[in-house]
Structures are given as C-alpha cells and as structure tokens.
C-alpha cells in the first residue's frame, strides 16, 4: 500500500472528523490499511465525527496560527510565534491591573482631600471613574482571554471502563 502525503493525511482526517466515516470505509476510499489510520487517528487524537465543535475549534486554530500543511520545522516556528503573541497577551494582563490598582488609589486619596473640604461631588467622581475603568479593563481581559483561548480547559482523554462478567 502506498503511503500518503502529508495533504492526504490531512483529507484522510478531515473527512473522518467532519462526518464519523469509519476505518474500514476510509481504507477502502484512501487505500491505506485501516491498522494505520486507527494507529494515527489515536496518536493524533482524531475526532469520530461527534463532537463537530471541537474539531473546527482545533482548525480554526491551525489556520490563525498558520500550521496548516506545512512541514514539521515550520510549524514548529509557527507554533513558537503564536506562544510568543500570548505570552504577550498574558504579560500584559498581568501589568494591566496596577493601572487600575493606581486609579482607584488615586480616587480615595481625592476623595479624602475631597471629604476634607466637604466636596463629596469630586471625590465620588473619581472613585466612579476607577470603578468603570477597572470594569472596562476586566471586560477586555476577558474578550482577550476567550479569542486567544487562554482560558479552555485542556482536551481530555477519554476514559475507558472495561466491565468483566465472571460466568455463574
């Protein structure tokens, strides 16, 4: 039997995931042997057809971080960039709130002096303005975490129970 190209891998893959083809079926169409695509499929963590969602998430993610096809020391590069552009992210998230931290510091110190010459108008103008920006910035922390998909639990593997029936 032939071995496939990288590309074909890909098809092969893709049209399991997409639509739960079974292995026989896909050796048959690719004319591959069917022990060699359960062996990649379960190395590779293929999808069976069930869980669509996952499978575009996983695609979605190959083609921004441009891994799609490509040999191994490229998508090797390709997967440092984008480990650098969220690092990155999580660097400044991390710097993020001491500006916030800052404002809100900053609004109780005016609203003490403000207290102090009875103009309570100014000080709670202040603690309002750290109020929305700390909510703002946490809003856009949030949007950032969930387009970089800083916050997805890793994949799991499946568990496999093996039930045993002693003959009586």
Same mark, same amino acid.
């Given at each position: 039997?032939? @071995?496939?190209?990288?590309?074909?891998?890909?098809?092969?893959?893709?049209?399991?995931? &997409?639509? /739960?083809?079974?292995?026989?079926?896909? %050796?048959?169409?690719?004319?591959?042997?069917?022990?060699?695509?359960?062996?990649? =499929? !379960?190395?590779?963590?293929?999808?069976?057809?069930?869980?669509?969602?996952?499978?575009? @998430?996983?695609?979605?993610?190959? !083609?921004? +971080?441009?891994?799609? +096809?490509? %040999? #191994?020391?490229?998508?090797? $590069? %390709?997967?440092? =960039?984008?480990?650098? @552009?969220?690092?990155?992210?999580?660097?400044?998230?991390?710097?993020? #709130?001491?500006? =916030?931290? $800052?404002?809100?510091?900053? /609004? *109780?110190?005016?609203? !003490?002096? =403000?207290? &102090?010459?009875?103009? !309570?108008? *100014?000080?709670?103008?202040? *603690?309002?303005? &750290?109020?929305?920006?700390?909510?703002?910035?946490?809003?856009?922390?949030?949007?950032?975490?969930?387009?970089?998909? *800083?916050?997805?639990?890793?994949?799991?593997? #499946?568990?496999?129970?093996? $039930?045993?029936?002693?003959?009586?």
């Amino acid at each position: 039997m032939p @071995r496939l190209t990288t590309e074909q891998w890909a098809d092969v893959r893709a049209e399991r995931e &997409a639509s /739960g083809t079974s292995f026989g079926a896909l %050796s048959a169409k690719f004319g591959i042997d069917q022990a060699a695509i359960c062996r990649r =499929a !379960k190395k590779e963590h293929w999808g069976d057809g069930q869980d669509v969602a996952e499978v575009i @998430r996983r695609k979605v993610n190959e !083609k921004v +971080n441009e891994v799609v +096809n490509v %040999s #191994p020391a490229k998508k090797a $590069e %390709s997967l440092d =960039a984008a480990a650098e @552009r969220v690092a990155a992210v999580v660097s400044r998230h991390r710097d993020e #709130p001491q500006a =916030a931290r $800052e404002r809100v510091y900053a /609004g *109780l110190k005016a609203h !003490k002096a =403000a207290v &102090a010459k009875e103009d !309570k108008v *100014l000080a709670f103008e202040d *603690l309002k303005a &750290a109020k929305i920006a700390a909510e703002t910035l946490a809003i856009i922390q949030a949007m950032e975490r969930k387009a970089w998909g *800083l916050d997805q639990t890793e994949a799991k593997t #499946p568990t496999v129970v093996i $039930e045993r029936s002693y003959g009586r």
